[in-house]
């Protein structure tokens, strides 16, 4: 019987063990280079911007039009062009990745679109509205080969005025054969536990 128990948790493990976060970034390091300011320029994290700007804005600015969310990326910042604000991932083949991302309208009047690359073909856009508060949106990647994928944000249009970005992740996504692994794991301990009770009576 403990050796069913010992093959049932063996069969359950998979799952977490699967599942990882290999990038995360919600803008919060209190020290440079993550102070915020107009035209950040990013040098000194996992970010890069190119042609154009971004600012870094939120809690400890002058610009802190949602407090809830701390510090956050204006996609448009104050040089007349937006940015490309970009990082690069090293993926794996076959696996799955899962980006998320909170995106808010600019708070400041009009609507913008953010063109969301992730990976080599996975090219999304999403419009907010000026009011608009943060919402969670999500893009799935599996690349067909391991190497470095780019990960980018880039706000349309150039009016010094740009949707909001805060807390990015990418995680990989456990395979389905892991769920059915999960189940069958807890279908054997749930069998083992009314065996022992039916043996104990």
């Keep these: ?4 128990i010992l093959i049932a948790a063996a069969l359950a493990t998979p799952l977490f063990a699967s ?7 919600n803008f919060e390091n209190l020290a440079a280079p993550y102070s915020t300011g107009l035209n950040w320029s990013a040098a000194g994290t996992p970010w890069t911007v190119g042609n154009g700007t971004v600012d870094l804005i939120g809690a400890g600015s002058s610009w802190n039009f949602v407090p809830a969310f701390g510090k956050y990326v204006d996609l448009d910042g104050s040089s007349g062009k937006a940015g490309v604000f970009s990082t690069t991932l090293n993926l794996n083949a076959g696996v799955t990745y899962n980006l998320t991302f909170a995106l808010a309208g600019n708070q400041r009047g009009g609507s913008d679109a953010v063109e969301v690359l992730f990976g080599g073909a996975a090219l999304q856009s999403f419009t907010r ?7 969670t949106e999500s893009i799935l990647f599996t690349p067909s080969a391991s190497q470095a994928f780019t990960l980018s944000f880039h706000n349309l249009g150039g009016d010094n005025v740009g949707a909001l970005l805060d807390n ?4 990989s996504v456990p395979e ?4 059915a692994l999960l189940i069958a794991g807890l279908a054997a301990m749930g069998m083992v536990s ?3 009770k039916q043996a104990q009576r």
């Design 1 to 4: 019987m403990f050796k069913k």
């Design 19 to 25: 599942a990882s976060v290999v990038f995360s970034d």
């Design 129 to 135: 509205t000026s009011s608009a508060g943060f919402t």
């Design 168 to 171: 990015v992740s990418v995680a």
């Design 176 to 179: 389905p054969q892991t769920y």
């Design 194 to 196: 009314r065996r022992r």
